[in-house]
Protein backbone atom coordinates (compact mmCIF):
# COMPACT_ATOMS: atom_id res chain seq x y z
CA UNK A 1 0.00 0.00 0.00
CA UNK A 2 2.91 2.28 0.63
CA UNK A 3 4.22 1.82 -2.59
CA UNK A 4 0.93 2.88 -3.94
CA UNK A 5 0.52 6.08 -2.06
CA UNK A 6 3.46 7.26 -2.81
CA UNK A 7 3.14 6.78 -6.35
CA UNK A 8 0.30 9.19 -5.92
CA UNK A 9 2.54 12.70 -6.34
CA UNK A 10 3.98 11.43 -9.34
CA UNK A 11 0.66 10.63 -11.08
CA UNK A 12 -0.34 14.27 -10.65
CA UNK A 13 2.69 15.52 -11.42
CA UNK A 14 2.37 13.38 -14.67
CA UNK A 15 -1.17 14.28 -15.56
CA UNK A 16 -0.13 18.09 -15.19
CA UNK A 17 2.41 17.71 -18.05
CA UNK A 18 -0.65 16.34 -20.49
CA UNK A 19 0.19 12.39 -19.76
CA UNK A 20 -1.74 9.96 -19.49
CA UNK A 21 -1.20 7.62 -16.83
CA UNK A 22 -2.09 3.76 -17.20
CA UNK A 23 -2.35 2.40 -13.63
CA UNK A 24 -0.93 -1.55 -13.02
CA UNK A 25 -1.03 -3.28 -9.62
CA UNK A 26 -3.18 -5.60 -8.11
CA UNK A 27 -4.68 -6.51 -5.01
CA UNK A 28 -5.86 -3.47 -2.41
CA UNK A 29 -3.01 -1.29 -3.30
CA UNK A 30 -4.87 -1.49 -7.10
CA UNK A 31 -8.00 -0.50 -5.59
CA UNK A 32 -6.57 2.11 -3.74
CA UNK A 33 -4.81 3.90 -6.93
CA UNK A 34 -8.55 3.30 -8.69
CA UNK A 35 -10.22 5.14 -5.60
CA UNK A 36 -7.90 7.85 -6.16
CA UNK A 37 -8.09 8.21 -9.67
CA UNK A 38 -11.18 6.61 -11.07
CA UNK A 39 -11.23 8.33 -14.14
CA UNK A 40 -7.52 6.80 -15.20
CA UNK A 41 -7.52 3.92 -16.97
CA UNK A 42 -6.16 0.67 -15.24
CA UNK A 43 -4.58 -2.71 -15.34
CA UNK A 44 -4.60 -5.55 -12.80
CA UNK A 45 -1.33 -7.07 -12.56
CA UNK A 46 -0.27 -10.79 -11.63
CA UNK A 47 0.03 -10.80 -7.84
CA UNK A 48 2.97 -11.73 -6.07
CA UNK A 49 0.80 -13.22 -3.16
CA UNK A 50 3.47 -12.47 -0.90
CA UNK A 51 1.92 -14.09 2.82
CA UNK A 52 3.62 -13.41 6.16
CA UNK A 53 4.14 -15.03 9.40
CA UNK A 54 2.13 -14.31 12.87
CA UNK A 55 5.80 -14.46 13.97
CA UNK A 56 8.88 -12.34 12.94
CA UNK A 57 11.22 -14.53 13.33
CA UNK A 58 9.57 -16.91 10.99
CA UNK A 59 9.77 -14.12 8.03
CA UNK A 60 12.61 -14.97 6.04
CA UNK A 61 12.36 -18.61 5.65
CA UNK A 62 8.08 -17.76 4.61
CA UNK A 63 9.67 -15.27 2.43
CA UNK A 64 12.20 -17.89 0.94
CA UNK A 65 9.91 -20.58 0.10
CA UNK A 66 7.95 -18.07 -2.02
CA UNK A 67 10.74 -17.19 -4.14
CA UNK A 68 9.50 -19.91 -6.78
CA UNK A 69 5.63 -18.34 -6.79
CA UNK A 70 7.34 -14.52 -7.38
CA UNK A 71 9.84 -15.69 -9.70
CA UNK A 72 6.39 -17.06 -12.04
CA UNK A 73 4.69 -13.47 -11.06
CA UNK A 74 7.58 -11.69 -12.58
CA UNK A 75 7.33 -13.02 -16.07
CA UNK A 76 3.78 -13.15 -16.19
CA UNK A 77 3.84 -9.06 -15.83
CA UNK A 78 6.54 -8.92 -18.44
CA UNK A 79 4.59 -10.35 -20.96
CA UNK A 80 1.17 -8.27 -20.03
CA UNK A 81 3.93 -5.28 -20.13
CA UNK A 82 4.70 -6.37 -23.46
CA UNK A 83 1.00 -6.17 -25.07
CA UNK A 84 0.39 -3.24 -23.16
CA UNK A 85 3.14 -1.03 -25.11
CA UNK A 86 1.67 -2.07 -28.15
CA UNK A 87 -2.01 -1.50 -27.24
CA UNK A 88 -2.02 1.70 -25.35
CA UNK A 89 0.80 3.65 -27.25
CA UNK A 90 3.09 3.85 -24.39
CA UNK A 91 5.88 6.31 -24.00
CA UNK A 92 7.59 5.36 -20.79
CA UNK A 93 7.25 2.91 -17.77
CA UNK A 94 7.58 4.23 -14.10
CA UNK A 95 7.99 0.95 -11.79
CA UNK A 96 7.50 0.95 -7.96
CA UNK A 97 9.35 -2.35 -6.90
CA UNK A 98 7.56 -4.43 -9.53
CA UNK A 99 10.53 -6.21 -11.01
CA UNK A 100 9.34 -7.69 -14.14
CA UNK A 101 7.55 -4.13 -15.24
CA UNK A 102 10.25 -2.72 -17.42
CA UNK A 103 10.93 -2.63 -21.04
CA UNK A 104 13.79 -2.61 -23.80
CA UNK A 105 11.06 -0.66 -25.87
CA UNK A 106 10.76 2.70 -23.70
CA UNK A 107 12.56 4.14 -21.31
CA UNK A 108 11.83 2.62 -18.08
CA UNK A 109 12.23 3.40 -14.60
CA UNK A 110 12.67 2.20 -11.46
CA UNK A 111 11.05 3.71 -7.86
CA UNK A 112 12.60 2.69 -4.45
CA UNK A 113 14.21 3.57 -1.27
CA UNK A 114 15.48 0.11 -1.07
CA UNK A 115 19.49 -0.29 -2.81
CA UNK A 116 20.11 -1.94 -0.08
CA UNK A 117 17.99 -5.00 0.92
CA UNK A 118 18.37 -5.33 5.08
CA UNK A 119 17.34 -9.10 6.06
CA UNK A 120 20.39 -9.52 8.36
CA UNK A 121 22.71 -11.71 8.28
CA UNK A 122 21.75 -12.46 4.59
CA UNK A 123 21.50 -8.42 3.50
CA UNK A 124 24.82 -8.50 1.22
CA UNK A 125 22.69 -11.50 -0.83
CA UNK A 126 19.33 -9.75 -0.58
CA UNK A 127 21.05 -6.56 -1.51
CA UNK A 128 22.68 -7.89 -4.81
CA UNK A 129 19.96 -9.49 -5.77
CA UNK A 130 17.81 -6.61 -6.10
CA UNK A 131 20.42 -4.12 -7.54
CA UNK A 132 20.40 -6.74 -10.32
CA UNK A 133 17.21 -6.10 -10.90
CA UNK A 134 17.49 -2.11 -10.69
CA UNK A 135 20.28 -2.66 -13.69
CA UNK A 136 17.83 -3.16 -15.99
CA UNK A 137 16.35 -0.02 -15.70
CA UNK A 138 17.38 3.22 -17.40
CA UNK A 139 16.87 5.25 -14.44
CA UNK A 140 16.34 4.75 -10.45
CA UNK A 141 14.32 7.21 -8.65
CA UNK A 142 14.93 7.74 -4.82
CA UNK A 143 12.27 8.97 -3.18
CA UNK A 144 14.93 10.41 -0.61
CA UNK A 145 17.37 13.70 -0.46
CA UNK A 146 21.47 12.58 -1.31
CA UNK A 147 22.73 14.14 1.59
CA UNK A 148 23.63 13.44 4.97
CA UNK A 149 20.35 14.56 6.87
CA UNK A 150 18.34 11.93 4.86
CA UNK A 151 15.25 9.64 6.04
CA UNK A 152 16.19 6.31 4.51
CA UNK A 153 20.07 5.97 5.40
CA UNK A 154 22.10 2.55 4.04
CA UNK A 155 18.87 1.97 2.47
CA UNK A 156 18.73 4.55 -0.12
CA UNK A 157 22.57 5.46 -0.30
CA UNK A 158 24.95 3.19 -1.49
CA UNK A 159 28.81 4.08 -1.18
CA UNK A 160 29.44 3.21 -4.60
CA UNK A 161 27.12 2.04 -7.43
CA UNK A 162 26.66 1.89 -11.03
CA UNK A 163 23.26 2.98 -11.60
CA UNK A 164 21.47 6.41 -13.09
CA UNK A 165 20.42 7.32 -9.61
CA UNK A 166 18.26 10.59 -9.35
CA UNK A 167 17.65 11.83 -5.60
CA UNK A 168 13.55 13.17 -5.57
CA UNK A 169 13.11 14.08 -2.37
CA UNK A 170 10.66 12.96 -0.02
CA UNK A 171 7.22 11.76 -2.27
CA UNK A 172 3.47 12.34 0.13
CA UNK A 173 0.30 13.08 -1.55
CA UNK A 174 -0.02 15.18 1.41
CA UNK A 175 0.12 19.28 2.50
CA UNK A 176 0.13 20.87 5.80
CA UNK A 177 -2.71 22.70 7.15
CA UNK A 178 -3.81 24.06 9.73
CA UNK A 179 -6.57 22.84 11.30
CA UNK A 180 -8.40 22.11 15.02
CA UNK A 181 -6.95 19.45 16.95
CA UNK A 182 -10.16 16.86 17.16
CA UNK A 183 -7.32 13.44 18.07
CA UNK A 184 -4.88 13.10 21.12
CA UNK A 185 -3.86 10.32 18.61
CA UNK A 186 -4.48 8.97 15.15
CA UNK A 187 -3.63 5.21 15.14
CA UNK A 188 -3.05 4.42 11.60
CA UNK A 189 -2.76 0.94 10.70
CA UNK A 190 -1.41 -0.50 7.69
CA UNK A 191 0.65 -3.46 5.95
CA UNK A 192 0.16 -7.47 5.78
CA UNK A 193 -1.75 -9.55 7.56
CA UNK A 194 -1.90 -11.16 10.18
CA UNK A 195 0.42 -8.32 11.47
CA UNK A 196 -2.07 -5.59 10.47
CA UNK A 197 -4.76 -7.36 13.06
CA UNK A 198 -2.35 -8.54 15.68
CA UNK A 199 -2.07 -4.81 15.83
CA UNK A 200 -4.98 -3.62 16.08
CA UNK A 201 -6.26 -5.76 18.60
CA UNK A 202 -3.14 -5.20 20.56
CA UNK A 203 -3.72 -1.27 20.27
CA UNK A 204 -7.92 -2.00 21.28
CA UNK A 205 -6.57 -3.24 24.69
CA UNK A 206 -3.89 -0.81 25.28
CA UNK A 207 -6.59 2.45 24.80
CA UNK A 208 -9.72 0.57 26.73
CA UNK A 209 -8.81 2.69 29.53
CA UNK A 210 -7.39 5.93 28.18
CA UNK A 211 -9.27 9.05 28.76
CA UNK A 212 -8.86 10.97 25.22
CA UNK A 213 -10.05 11.12 22.19
CA UNK A 214 -8.91 8.64 19.62
CA UNK A 215 -8.96 8.07 15.75
CA UNK A 216 -8.15 4.72 14.41
CA UNK A 217 -7.87 3.93 10.75
CA UNK A 218 -7.71 0.21 9.85
CA UNK A 219 -6.22 0.47 6.67
CA UNK A 220 -8.96 -1.95 5.47
CA UNK A 221 -10.58 -1.59 1.56
CA UNK A 222 -13.22 -3.58 1.81
CA UNK A 223 -16.50 -3.55 3.71
CA UNK A 224 -15.54 -5.53 6.85
CA UNK A 225 -17.62 -5.78 9.20
CA UNK A 226 -17.63 -3.13 12.68
CA UNK A 227 -15.70 -4.01 15.31
CA UNK A 228 -16.14 -3.17 18.98
CA UNK A 229 -14.52 -0.42 20.87
CA UNK A 230 -14.34 2.05 23.75
CA UNK A 231 -16.57 5.15 23.52
CA UNK A 232 -14.02 7.62 22.95
CA UNK A 233 -12.82 5.79 19.90
CA UNK A 234 -13.80 6.59 16.04
CA UNK A 235 -12.93 4.07 14.12
CA UNK A 236 -12.77 4.47 10.35
CA UNK A 237 -11.88 1.42 7.90
CA UNK A 238 -9.83 3.81 5.15
CA UNK A 239 -9.70 7.06 4.28
CA UNK A 240 -8.92 8.92 0.97
CA UNK A 241 -6.17 10.69 0.99
CA UNK A 242 -7.57 14.11 1.67
CA UNK A 243 -9.39 12.71 4.45
CA UNK A 244 -6.35 10.97 5.92
CA UNK A 245 -4.87 14.58 5.11
CA UNK A 246 -7.13 16.31 6.94
CA UNK A 247 -6.77 13.13 10.26
CA UNK A 248 -3.46 13.84 10.51
CA UNK A 249 -3.16 17.41 11.22
CA UNK A 250 -6.11 17.18 13.16
CA UNK A 251 -3.93 14.79 15.40
CA UNK A 252 -1.55 15.90 18.53
CA UNK A 253 0.19 12.56 17.26
CA UNK A 254 0.17 9.39 15.21
CA UNK A 255 0.93 5.93 16.47
CA UNK A 256 1.88 3.61 12.99
CA UNK A 257 4.28 1.47 11.38
CA UNK A 258 7.51 2.65 10.54
CA UNK A 259 7.18 1.77 7.00
CA UNK A 260 8.97 4.41 4.81
CA UNK A 261 6.10 5.56 3.14
CA UNK A 262 4.57 6.75 6.27
CA UNK A 263 7.44 8.23 7.21
CA UNK A 264 7.65 10.88 4.39
CA UNK A 265 4.09 11.31 4.71
CA UNK A 266 4.67 12.60 8.71
CA UNK A 267 7.52 14.49 7.15
CA UNK A 268 5.46 16.32 5.00
CA UNK A 269 3.32 17.49 7.52
CA UNK A 270 5.41 17.85 10.42
CA UNK A 271 4.15 15.58 12.66
CA UNK A 272 4.89 13.93 16.20
CA UNK A 273 5.35 10.06 15.82
CA UNK A 274 5.44 6.80 17.53
CA UNK A 275 6.43 3.94 15.72
CA UNK A 276 5.90 0.13 16.04
CA UNK A 277 7.52 -2.12 13.49
CA UNK A 278 6.13 -4.93 11.95
CA UNK A 279 7.56 -8.17 13.60
CA UNK A 280 10.41 -9.16 11.46
CA UNK A 281 10.48 -6.58 9.09
CA UNK A 282 14.28 -5.42 9.30
CA UNK A 283 13.98 -2.38 7.20
CA UNK A 284 10.82 -1.04 9.56
CA UNK A 285 13.43 -2.21 12.70
CA UNK A 286 16.13 0.45 10.91
CA UNK A 287 14.19 3.33 10.22
CA UNK A 288 12.46 3.46 13.68
CA UNK A 289 15.70 2.75 15.21
CA UNK A 290 17.35 5.23 13.32
CA UNK A 291 14.60 8.06 13.82
CA UNK A 292 14.50 7.15 17.67
CA UNK A 293 18.67 7.87 17.72
CA UNK A 294 18.31 11.04 15.93
CA UNK A 295 15.83 11.79 18.66
CA UNK A 296 13.19 12.25 16.07
CA UNK A 297 10.62 10.06 17.39
CA UNK A 298 10.42 7.04 19.76
CA UNK A 299 9.59 3.38 18.92
CA UNK A 300 8.64 0.05 20.84
CA UNK A 301 8.37 -3.59 19.78
CA UNK A 302 5.09 -4.78 19.39
CA UNK A 303 4.68 -7.10 21.81
CA UNK A 304 5.86 -4.50 24.65
CA UNK A 305 4.32 -1.48 23.39
CA UNK A 306 1.99 0.06 26.22
CA UNK A 307 0.57 3.55 26.36
CA UNK A 308 2.64 4.06 29.23
CA UNK A 309 5.45 4.08 26.67
CA UNK A 310 3.75 7.47 24.92
CA UNK A 311 4.77 9.61 27.90
CA UNK A 312 8.49 9.17 25.70
CA UNK A 313 6.99 11.78 23.23
CA UNK A 314 7.62 14.33 24.84
CA UNK A 315 11.73 13.97 24.60
CA UNK A 316 11.30 13.67 20.92
CA UNK A 317 11.38 16.65 18.16
CA UNK A 318 8.95 15.19 16.39
CA UNK A 319 9.40 15.57 12.38
CA UNK A 320 10.19 18.66 10.93
CA UNK A 321 8.08 19.60 7.76
CA UNK A 322 9.65 18.78 4.12
CA UNK A 323 8.49 20.00 0.92
CA UNK A 324 7.06 17.52 -0.95
CA UNK A 325 7.53 18.06 -4.67
CA UNK A 326 7.78 16.18 -8.10
CA UNK A 327 10.13 17.93 -10.29
CA UNK A 328 8.74 17.98 -13.94
CA UNK A 329 12.04 17.50 -15.75
CA UNK A 330 12.04 13.83 -14.58
CA UNK A 331 9.30 13.19 -17.10
CA UNK A 332 12.06 14.40 -19.93
CA UNK A 333 13.32 10.79 -20.32
CA UNK A 334 9.36 9.93 -21.82
CA UNK A 335 9.83 12.61 -25.09
CA UNK A 336 11.60 10.77 -27.08
CA UNK A 337 13.80 12.33 -29.67
Partial sequence: MGHATRCIPIINALLKVNYEPVLASDGDALLLLQKEFPLLKS????????????????????????????????????KMVSQLIEKENIAGIISDNRFGVYSKKVPSVYVTHQLNVLSGKTTF?????????????????????????????????????????????????????????????????????????????????????FNGKILMVRGILNNTLEIKAPNNFKILNYLLANELEDAINQSNAVIARSGYSTIMDLAALGKKAFFIPTPGQFEQEYLAKRLQENWVAPYAKQDEFTVAKLGDLSNFSGFKKAASTVDLELFKLFEGE
Avoid: M
Fill in 125 to 209: ITSQIHQHFIKKFDECWVPDVEGVFNFSGVLGHLKKHHFNLKYLGILSRFQPKQLEIKYDFLLLLSGPEPQRTLLENKLLKEFQH
Fill in 43 to 78: VELPPYNISYPKKGKNLKLKLLLQIPCIISAIRKER
